[in-house]
Each structure stands twice: as C-alpha cells, then as structure tokens.
C-alpha cells in the first residue's frame, strides 16, 4: 500500500482525497474529509426484531420461535351462510375441535376471547391459552384473527358456496410451536393436521345435525 494511501488511513487530521488520488480534471477528489474516529459498535437489546407476518405478531422475534401452518378443507352439507353462523359462535367450538377444552369471549370487549387447549400427546399431558383477537369478518366468507398473548397463532377460515346447500369450508391456522414440543417438531405438523381434519370432520357433522333441528 502507498505511503499515501497509508496516512489517508491512520492520520487524525482532515484530509484532502487528492492526497490518494491526485487529479486536474475532476474536482469531485478535491473535497475534504474529516478526522476518522475510532470504530464504535451499536448494542441492539436481544428480541428487538419482530418476525414478518401477514397479521402482525404482538411477540419479539426471538431464534428460538418456530412457526407451523396447517390448512384443511372440506365440503360441507350446509350453505356457505350457516356454516359461517356456526362457527362465528367461539364459544362452541369445543363441541368439534377436540384439542379445544373451553373458549370464553369476554362480555366487555366480545372481540377477544381466551381460549384453553387440553390434549395429551407425545407422552406429555400439554395444556395451553391464549387471548385471541377476531379481525373485522366478511359475513358469510371470512372469519380471521390472531393472539396477543398466550400461545402464538393466527388463522382464518373461509366459506365458498358450492350450490344452494352445500359450501366449502377452507380452515388455515400458523402457530408457534411451544418450546416443550420443539424436538417432535417435525413430527407435529401432520399430528396437528389430523387434529383439526377430525375436528372439521365433527363440525360437518354438527353442522349438518343443526340444520335438520331448524
């Protein structure tokens, strides 16, 4: 390296870049430059980044998070417009999810509801809640929405007619897979998937039990 080049870089003083690269023609090297300082780094808190999603997520981002998503669709024997009327009541859904115990949606804020999980599985008995926020629905196509505490998860189920009695039912659920269950990850997914299969399985047969009772 020249001798130059070498002050440019440890000298303390402003220094012109005519001193590295001398030109006549092009005034741009000619300005000056200010006194280099030591090199200082920049401490980001640990869990300062929050993981990108399609909702956003209320938790940091943190290494150890893994996501899963899960989606399941079924045809139904019930229009599009009663199978949204049926699941919009939260606080039945126990009656066909069988890893659900109890959803109680709260009497002074009706779009939160906190719900509880009871299953044994993979030799553990795994208990879980969260408080979850429904987003604003599309009566008789959309309902969404996603936790703000408690077990991370979001979802949405949708309702596409398929002719005057009948509609297709169209459930999608991402969730944070809990730090107890990370070394069965990989075998979680399929297990969760045959959990909400049964489940949209009883919620067929819910279903259509209601409708012969209306």
């Excluded at 408690?150 to 596409?160: I, M």
Aim: proline share 10%; charged share 20%.
């Amino acid at each position: 390296m020249c001798s130059s080049a070498v002050s440019f870089i440890s000298s303390p003083q402003p220094l012109s870049l005519t001193h590295v690269f001398p030109t006549k023609t092009n005034p741009i090297f000619n300005c000056r430059v200010p006194p280099l300082k030591p090199t200082s780094f920049i401490r980001i808190p640990y869990g300062s980044f929050k993981k990108p999603s399609f909702f956003t997520s209320s938790k940091p981002f943190s290494p150890l998070m893994k996501w899963q998503d899960c989606t399941v669709k079924m045809e139904i024997d019930v229009p599009a417009s009663m199978a949204y009327q049926l699941y919009s009541d939260r606080e039945a859904i126990p009656n066909w999810m069988p890893f659900v115990s109890s959803v109680k949606v709260l009497e002074d804020k009706p779009d939160l509801s906190r719900w509880f999980v009871k299953y044994k599985a993979f030799g553990r008995n795994i208990e879980y809640s969260w408080l979850a926020k429904n987003m604003q629905p599309i009566p008789n196509q959309k309902i969404h929405w996603r936790s703000l505490e408690g077990l991370g998860n979001r979802g949405a189920v949708r309702f596409y007619p398929k002719g005057p009695s009948s509609c297709l039912v169209d459930l999608r659920i991402s969730y944070e897979v809990p730090q107890l269950l990370i070394p069965v990850a990989s075998v979680l997914q399929p297990f969760m998937e045959n959990l909400l299969e049964r489940g949209m399985d009883r919620f067929a047969k819910f279903a259509k039990s209601s409708s012969s009772t209306r």
